[in-house]
């Protein structure tokens, strides 16, 4: 598949979490619920569904964590020049 078509579909399905996300707060912000408890939702949900694809695809712990930690040493970075702005 082309890079092209990966970063796409990378960019489509982050625009769709960040949406649910949003939602997600704002529901939360709305029925006074606490900013800890909306982010533990979200951190649950997002994890479970992390763990549950890797199972799907059959990725072992090991493998699954080396991901997690590739991820966000790509990512960091660009978190945080995005919220320093």
């Given at each position: 598949m082309s890079d092209r078509i990966?970063?796409?579909?990378?960019h489509h399905f982050a625009s769709r979490l960040r949406m649910q996300i949003s939602d997600i707060a704002?529901?939360?912000?709305?029925?006074?619920?606490?900013?800890?408890?909306t982010v533990g939702i979200v951190i649950s949900a997002l994890v479970?569904?992390?763990?549950r694809a890797a199972?799907?695809?059959?990725?072992?712990?090991?493998?699954?964590?080396?991901m997690c930690e590739i991820?966000?040493?790509s990512m960091?970075?660009?978190?945080?020049?995005?919220?320093?702005r």
């Amino acid at each position: 598949m082309s890079d092209r078509i990966l970063k796409d579909l990378e960019h489509h399905f982050a625009s769709r979490l960040r949406m649910q996300i949003s939602d997600i707060a704002s529901t939360c912000k709305a029925a006074d619920i606490d900013n800890s408890e909306t982010v533990g939702i979200v951190i649950s949900a997002l994890v479970y569904e992390l763990i549950r694809a890797a199972f799907v695809l059959q990725m072992d712990e090991d493998r699954f964590l080396q991901m997690c930690e590739i991820a966000y040493r790509s990512m960091i970075g660009h978190v945080q020049r995005e919220y320093d702005r």
